[in-house]
Structure formats: structure tokens, C-alpha cells
């Protein structure tokens, strides 16, 4: 596993724990702390893309920024506590079912890439730098970056 | 970068944390906050600390020994992860900002930790992650009085962030990079702060008001307070929120040197020396600054920020933008 494997795992630990605790905490401050993490984890995964621009914007606008207006806007209106809000309703099951079967979904594709022909030459591209240079150029809009 | 392996990377990343870290804590929290008692002491007419070490220079270490052998107070009902995680959050932003601040330069290239080619953008990125803290240390107290402050300062720092940001943006637009070594490279004939002077003024008042000190210090108005968003905290805890602010305000300072003042260019010296007299000479004004106004209100505050600073930052920068595009080329 390259050390690039290793950090892209990891980030999405962090992301999908702390995306978990955002929607299960019963308390609308943990809820808002918890997306911090979140946000930070999509935006190593951007490094990870080489979309530095990106990464510096949604850490600068959305960890700084929006987590920021939650946070004041649940301690101005709701009176502070963070429990008077009830958090979840009884379609909690069937919302649970249908993010399961999207993230099966999402697995399978992934997955059945691998072993088809025709997706071989993208799965090579994705492993090596032509990949990064095209996501590069598609996040920046240069040309100057693109070999 | 492509062709270093990863273990060295991660190496090289802990190495690096290890010295930001020791250096802001010594050059910045440490020193910071003696400077800070001798200069309040001088302007107040009185001599400030004098019994440890030769002069007081050492009554900050004798300060932090002490403070490290305090108990861990936390307030009965709150809550008590997020209190603790506020700690963390405060100081860590204020040392990221150090990974793109250049200190100097050798024969082999810039004194720089990291030379992030959007350099100035991650530094408002990681300053603008403070904040975050501030507001959790505040709720997580439990305390009314911690509470207002941290509202304060969401209040006070995301409206300050914006003059800043637009300051950023004009002199990257003149540099014609986010990179700060570049920015600090475009300068060696001419100082920004020659071409710029309202962008200095500027950033100067927003840098102020965004490290909550005064005449911007609503955050831990103490007559008000009591000492805002970390009046419950106690021993070290404490002294992590102390070497998150000083170490944010020398980043501003430093940040400030970087943009306006040609970072480490000056004649005769070497570099480092350099921008360590212009980083205090900046220092010195925030202090002298701190020491003479008296506070503002808090709607003076944030009218100032957006009736005043943001429209004059956005002139400011239609006018630069003119020059650079149309009248040099």
C-alpha cells in the first residue's frame, strides 16, 4: 500500500466517523463541532488531488466559516443549550436502509471497475500522476499546470 | 515533493511541529508576555517584573512552571469534551499559520517550513479556524460570562476576517502569487507598504480586532467578563489559551512583515535578524497600541469593520486591480 493509499484511508475514517456523530449526537453543539473533522477530512482528500486552491477555500469558507454561522446561529436562537431541538424522527430506519444501499451501491461500482477491460486504462490512469495533472487542471481551470 | 517518500515526509512533519511548537512557545507566548508587562509597566510609568532572573527576564518560565503544577478545574454541568477540545483547537491554529511564514533566507533557498503555492490563503484559512475554538470554549464553560465572550468574538472576528481577506487579495493581485516567499521576493526594490499604505493601515486594525486585543479586546472585556470565553479554564489549559493568542499575534506580525515590510530583505544583517527586528518592532506597536486606546463598544466595533474598513478594502483593491491590469500593461 502506498503511503498515498494509507492517507486517503485514513481521511475517510475521520470524515465518516465524524459525519457519523453528526447525525446520530443528540446535541445540535456536538452535531456542529463534529462536522469540523468532517469538512477537514474532504479537505485532505483534496490535497490528496493536488486541488491545494480547493482545500485552502473549504477550510477557509466551510470549517471557518459556515461551522462558525451554525454554531452562532444555535447559540442565538435555541438558547443555548443544544438539546431543546429534537434531533431525529421515526424515519431514522428507513433513511439508515437507503444510505447503506447507496454506500452497497457505491462499493459495487467501485469494486466491479477493477476487474472489466474496458475500465482497465482509467484504472491505470488512476494510479499514476496523469490522473492527479487531470484533476489539477480540472480544479484549477490552468492549462500551465497540465503535462 | 514527488520524489521524497512518504515516511520522510511524516518525519520531516513531525520535526517541523516540534520546532514551530518549542519556538512560538519561547519566542512568541514566553517573551511575548514579558514584553508585554515590561512595555505596559513603562507606559504606565511603573517598572513591571524585576525579582525572578536578572531584570525579570525570567518570571514567564517561573510563570509557566507554575501554571503546569496547577489542578484541572472543570466547571460542575458542562461539557466536558468540548471543553477540553477547545484547548487543543486554539493553540494548533495559531501554529499552523507558521508553516508558510518565511523567515529568512540561506544560500540553499527561503527559511520556510513549506513554500505552499497559496501560501496567504492558508494562512486565512487556518487563522480563520480559531475561531472555532473560541466559540467552544465558551459554550463548553458553562459560564455566562464565558458564553457573551465567545459570542463576541464570533461576532468580532468573522467581520474582520473579511478586511483581511480583501487585503490579502490586493496584494496578492500586485505580487501576482499567493506564494509568500514570491511575495517576499517582488519586494526587494520596494516595500509594499510604500505602494500600499492604506492596505498596511488596513490590515494593521483588522489584525488587531481579529487577535482580540485592544482597543478590539470585547472578547475579554475584563471589567465586563471577568476574562471572556476562558474564565473557567485553569493551569495549563490556561496557558495553551495564552500561546494560542500571542502565537496568533506574532503570526499577524509576521504575516504583516511578510506582505508590507519585505520580510527578510534589509541591508548588512543576515536575514533572519532582520525580520526578527521588523517582526518586534510590529510587536511593539500592537502593544503600544493595547496600552494607550481605551475599548471600543461592541456596535462600534462592528460598525467600524463593515462601514468602514471592508468599503475602503474593496476601493482599495478596485484601484489596485485597475493598475495592474490596465495602466501596467
Known amino acids: 500500500m502506498t503511503g498515498e493509499a494509507i492517507a486517503f484511508y485514513v481521511l475517510a475514517a475521520i470524515t465518516l466517523a465524524s459525519g457519523i456523530v453528526v447525525v446520530t449526537s443528540p446535541n445540535l453543539v456536538h452535531s456542529a463541532v463534529a462536522l469540523i473533522p468532517a469538512l477537514l477530512g474532504v479537505t485532505g482528500v483534496y490535497i490528496l488531488l493536488n486541488a491545494e486552491f480547493l482545500a485552502g477555500i473549504q477550510v477557509l469558507i466551510y470549517a471557518g466559516g459556515i461551522t462558525v454561522l451554525i454554531l452562532f446561529v444555535i447559540m442565538l436562537t435555541e438558547g443555548g443549550t443544544g438539546l431543546r431541538v429534537r434531533q431525529r424522527n421515526e424515519q431514522g430506519p428507513i433513511a439508515a436502509a437507503v444510505a447503506a444501499a447507496v454506500a452497497a451501491l457505491f462499493v459495487a461500482l467501485a469494486g466491479g471497475r477493477r476487474g472489466r477491460g474496458r475500465f482497465r486504462r482509467t484504472r491505470r490512469a488512476r494510479s499514476g500522476r496523469v490522473f492527479s495533472a487531470r484533476t489539477c487542471c480540472c480544479s484549477r481551470g490552468r492549462r500551465s499546470c497540465c503535462s | ?329
Open chain 2, 1 to 329: 515533493m514527488g520524489v521524497t517518500p512518504w515516511y520522510l515526509e511524516a518525519l520531516r512533519a513531525v520535526v517541523g511541529t516540534i520546532i514551530i511548537f518549542s519556538g512560538v512557545a519561547v519566542v512568541a507566548a514566553m517573551l511575548g508576555v514579558l514584553l508585554e508587562r515590561k512595555i505596559s509597566g513603562w507606559i504606565q510609568s511603573r517598572i513591571g517584573p524585576t525579582h525572578v532572573g536578572p531584570r525579570g527576564l525570567l518570571q514567564t518560565v517561573a510563570d509557566t512552571i507554575k501554571l503546569l503544577q496547577k489542578e484541572y478545574i472543570v466547571p460542575q454541568n458542562a461539557d466536558a469534551v468540548i471543553f477540553a477540545s477547545a484547548v487543543v483547537i486554539v493553540p494548533l491554529a495559531a501554529l499552523l499559520d507558521y508553516v508558510v511564514v518565511p523567515v529568512g533566507t540561506t544560500r540553499w533557498g527561503p527559511l520556510i517550513f513549506r513554500d505552499l503555492n497559496i501560501g496567504v490563503l492558508y494562512f486565512a484559512a487556518t487563522s480563520s479556524l480559531i475561531v472555532v475554538g473560541i466559540l467552544m470554549a465558551g459554550w463548553g464553560s458553562n459560564n455566562k460570562y464565558a458564553l457573551l465572550g465567545g459570542l463576541r468574538s464570533a461576532a468580532q472576528m468573522v467581520s474582520y476576517e473579511i478586511p483581511i481577506g480583501l487585503v490579502l487579495i490586493t496584494i496578492s493581485l500586485l505580487a501576482g502569487s499567493l506564494s509568500t516567499v514570491t511575495i517576499v521576493n517582488m519586494q526587494t526594490h520596494l516595500w509594499f507598504i510604500v505602494s500600499q499604505p492604506v492596505s498596511f493601515l488596513i490590515f494593521l486594525t483588522a489584525a488587531t480586532a481579529e487577535v482580540n486585543r485592544a482597543p478590539f479586546d470585547l472578547v475579554e472585556a475584563e471589567s465586563e467578563l471577568v476574562a471572556g470565553y476562558f474564565s473557567e479554564y485553569t493551569g495549563m489549559r490556561f496557558a495553551l489559551f495564552q500561546l494560542g493568542e500571542y502565537g496568533e499575534m506574532f503570526a499577524m506580525a509576521a504575516l504583516a512583515v511578510t506582505l508590507f515590510l519585505g520580510g527578510w530583505h534589509g541591508p548588512g544583517l543576515p536575514s533572519v535578524v532582520w525580520f526578527l527586528i521588523k517582526l518586534y518592532a510590529l510587536i511593539f506597536v500592537f502593544m503600544w497600541v493595547r496600552w494607550t486606546y481605551p475599548r471600543f463598544r461592541i456596535d462600534q466595533l462592528l460598525g467600524f469593520s463593515w462601514k468602514v474598513l471592508i468599503p475602503v478594502a474593496l476601493l482599495n483593491l478596485v484601484v489596485t486591480a485597475y493598475f495592474v491590469t490596465v495602466v501596467h500593461r
